[in-house]
């Protein structure tokens, strides 16, 4: 990880997304810790309360643990200093009429479950609610993120916003979804009172009390409290539509660069080697995309059904494996729809995080109804919250494992991707 990316990279990307385009009303706004909240959307908060939005911010925890080594009291006393330091920094930011609830959950010991019941009812009827982006490089960022999306209902647009991924990753690294990004521009007086915000909060702008280096040090403070905060739209928790795909393939025939990105490459090779058996006789390919994979399955078992949703993506497929006869490809959307037969192996590569948990229920209960006593499932999918699904991989695959029809015969996890091969009791 890099302590210092090059602020440059950062504005370079951001200068190329749209305006942040939201309405005042009712909004919410999530923190983990106090300080989150003006340094990714300090200058947000002002110009949504300029219009006339009823602003409340829930903090989550108290931020005691900011420095580890201190001990029970002197937690205590730098959990009541923050909340002190958020008060003065609303104030700077003209914000002192802002509501403000503090959950009291533990510093660097979020619980997403727990933050979402006690979110739910905070965040009912909001017509927004700005979150912590769920990928920052920080466990409760992810927890409160996730959290935040989970409590909202259908009415509510969610968007969060990055701090320690723009802070201390180049975009690169961040591997940050550019194109359900937005940017709000901040004007002279935004920039200055929220830099005027950020210097209220002593304990984590100046040297840590044992002479360490404080936790929001210059060059995080170069790098976000620029006149510019970047927020991420967030879906909401239902099935990711067929037409979001399509439009996809409309820009770029291979929108993942399934042949030659390094990602996919190792995905694929992970998910072959991890294949339990030899060979095989009946396979469904579900999502098949481009075929890359349905090419490589192919070898492996005496017939093949590649299934996907998207015309283009079949067409593709189609062209891809036409030289083999143990190939068919068919367009079949799940799960409202499902091939008939009965297979020996089932696969869902970058499939299960798009479903929400009723439809992912009814797709695990066809593939058990599909298949007999032996029968093998591989699930391999993406980890990161990505904005184009209402869940990410963990949430899928956790779901999965709970069903008792199947057990665990290989589990991979890495940083990006986490790999499941059950077996059919």
Not at 287 to 301: D, I, K, S, W
Not at 368 to 377: C, N, P, Q, V, Y
Not at 389 to 394: H, I, K
Request: aromatic residues 6%; contains cysteine.
């Amino acid at each position: 990880m890099s302590a210092s990316p090059d602020p440059g990279e950062w504005e370079a990307a951001i200068d190329r997304l749209p305006p942040l385009e939201v309405q005042g009303g009712r909004v919410v706004v999530v923190a983990a810790h106090p300080d989150d909240e003006t340094l990714g959307a300090g200058g947000l908060m002002r110009a949504l309360c300029r219009r006339g939005a009823r602003l409340r911010l829930v903090i989550a925890s108290d931020g005691e643990a900011a420095f580890p080594s201190l001990g029970a009291p002197e937690r205590v006393q730098l959990g009541r200093r923050r909340r002190l330091e958020l008060a003065e920094a609303l104030r700077r930011l003209g914000l002192e009429d802002a509501s403000v609830t503090w959950l009291g959950q533990p510093d660097s010991a979020l619980d997403r479950t727990r933050l979402s019941e006690l979110l739910r009812p905070v965040v009912k009827g909001a017509d927004l609610c700005v979150v912590p982006w769920p990928n920052d490089p920080h466990p409760d960022h992810r927890a409160a993120g996730l959290a935040g999306r989970d409590a909202c209902g259908p009415g509510t647009e969610v968007w969060a916003y990055p701090i320690w991924a723009r802070a201390r990753l180049s975009p690169a690294q961040a591997r940050m979804p550019w194109e359900g990004g937005r940017v709000h521009r901040l004007d002279d007086g935004d920039r200055r009172a929220k830099q005027s915000a950020v210097d209220a909060f002593g304990s984590q702008v100046r040297p840590h009390p044992g002479g360490g280096e404080p936790v929001v040090g210059p060059a995080a403070r170069r790098a976000l409290e620029t006149d510019r905060e970047v927020f991420f739209r967030l879906p909401g928790c239902t099935t990711t539509p067929v037409a979001r795909f399509e439009s996809l393939y409309r820009r770029h025939p291979d929108p993942w660069r399934t042949r030659d990105d390094p990602y996919e490459r190792r995905k694929r090779a992970v998910t072959l080697a991890a294949l339990p058996a030899e060979r095989y006789g009946r396979c469904l390919d579900a999502g098949a995309g481009t075929g890359e994979l349905t090419l490589e399955l192919a070898a492996r078992c005496d017939r093949v059904l590649a299934v996907d949703a998207v015309p283009a993506a079949v067409a593709r497929c189609r062209e891809a494996t036409g030289q083999l006869g143990n190939v068919s490809v068919e367009q079949v959307r799940l799960p409202d729809q499902w091939p008939q037969g009965t297979w020996d192996l089932l696969v869902f590569s970058e499939v299960l995080y798009y479903l929400d948990p009723v439809d992912l229920d009814t797709v695990i209960d066809r593939a058990e109804a599909a298949s007999d006593r032996g029968a093998h499932l591989v699930a391999v999918d993406w980890r990161p919250v990505t904005p184009d699904a209402p869940r990410d991989g963990d949430d899928a695959h956790a779901q999965l494992l709970g069903r008792s029809r199947w057990r665990v015969m290989v589990e991979h996890i890495e940083e990006p991707f986490l790999l499941h091969v059950l077996e059919r009791r």
